[in-house]
């Protein structure tokens, strides 16, 4: 009738992190945001590979400083992939970006306007995270949780960055 319980120790090994976020947050805290974060990394695959179909369109464009523009927002936007995959396994989660980029693949038969409307789609969607971003720093701060300040502080900064980039060079529509 009553079964023996058994105790089981969760042992992770010791493991540098850049921000200390995994050890101030809650578990329920971490997942959340884990999960959050996990959604921006797609849509930041999403737009990088959008990114990669307009490389390929423009393989021919001769115009220099159109292709300057998409070399930029590409490495941008894969600087920001890595970092939230940093701020991921930071708060304990795991995600490969590899997979998350195939899963995101694009059709190679796109247009040129097809991509950036995907691009501006992908750039909505990390507006309306950065809004949920904000809500998680501002409880870091009423819980004076200095790591977590800083992991939210630096997320919507790199957010912003690419947001703009994005808002301020490519045509709306």
Do not use: W
Request: contains cysteine; aromatic residues 6%; charged residues 20%.
């Amino acid at each position: 009738m009553n079964a023996p319980q058994t105790l089981y120790k969760v042992s992770h090994p010791l493991r540098i992190s850049r921000y200390g976020a995994h050890t101030s947050l809650s578990t329920a805290e971490r997942i959340d945001v884990i999960d959050a974060l996990t959604h921006m990394l797609g849509t930041t695959q999403s737009i990088q590979a959008q990114l990669d179909c307009l490389d390929q369109t423009l393989c021919n464009v001769s115009f220099l400083p159109v292709r300057q523009l998409f070399r930029r927002l590409a490495r941008t936007t894969a600087d920001y992939a890595r970092f939230l995959t940093t701020g991921i396994a930071d708060l304990g989660g795991y995600a490969e970006p590899a997979s998350l980029y195939r899963f995101n693949g694009v059709a190679q038969s796109q247009c040129f306007a097809d991509c950036l409307t995907g691009i501006h789609r992908g750039a909505r969607r990390l507006q309306a995270a950065e809004a949920g971003l904000r809500e998680y720093q501002e409880g870091a701060i009423a819980n004076k949780d200095l790591a977590s300040k800083r992991l939210f502080e630096e997320c919507v900064r790199r957010n912003t960055q690419l947001l703009s980039l994005i808002n301020n060079n490519l045509p709306n529509e």
